[in-house]
């Protein structure tokens, strides 16, 4: 399944990453853990360590066992954002959505790619028996609040210093929608 966004930029194709993508998909998940260190608990020293086949592994494991999903965004045949959903994996919480490395980069940003991102692990989730998302965003990070709540997320929760960056701390808001 994939999807196509009308951009001003031109078209972006969004759709579930295939096992080709794990190169692009690493890089793009390592420039965001470099760039934007506030935005994610994942650190990126580890991350760097994990070589392409674990991201072509993760993608296929996904794909087989309908345990999640990694959506991309492609333009002119170069991945430009993604964002990943795992659903719980223990029957009382397989309706669950976790949503994590939602990254669009830089030069691609205000064209709404997150929030088609966003919709590509929602229209999956629906299919596959997610009834509710759920993410952790960090409150200092002001254009990703205002994309989850553009998108329908609600804020449920507050979780005090959730992340510790180079000795400061980092709130962040949980929040979740219903699909």
């Given at each position: 399944m994939s999807n196509v966004l009308q951009t001003p930029r031109g078209p972006i194709t969004i759709r579930p990453a295939a096992a080709e993508d794990a190169a692009a998909v690493r890089e793009l998940r390592l420039q965001a853990l470099a760039t934007e260190p506030i935005a994610f608990s994942a650190d990126y020293a580890a991350n760097a360590?994990?070589?392409?086949s674990k991201w072509v592994e993760r993608?296929?494991?996904?794909?087989?066992?309908?345990?999640?999903?990694?959506?991309?965004?492609?333009?002119d045949g170069q991945v430009v954002g993604m964002a990943g959903m795992a659903r719980g994996h223990w029957p009382k919480t397989r309706h669950i959505g976790e949503l994590w490395g939602v990254f669009v980069k830089p030069e691609w940003r205000g064209l709404h790619i997150a929030g088609a991102l966003l919709d590509e692990c929602a229209a999956w989730a629906r299919g596959n028996g997610v009834v509710i998302l759920k993410l952790g965003v960090s409150i200092a990070n002001a254009p990703a609040v205002l994309c989850y709540t553009r998108c329908g997320f609600v804020v449920n929760g507050t979780d005090p210093k959730a992340i510790c960056v180079d000795g400061v701390y980092y709130d962040e808001y949980w929040m979740s929608r219903e699909i």
């Open positions: 360590k994990d070589p392409a993608i296929e494991t996904y794909a087989a066992d309908k345990s999640g999903l990694i959506a991309v965004a492609v333009a």
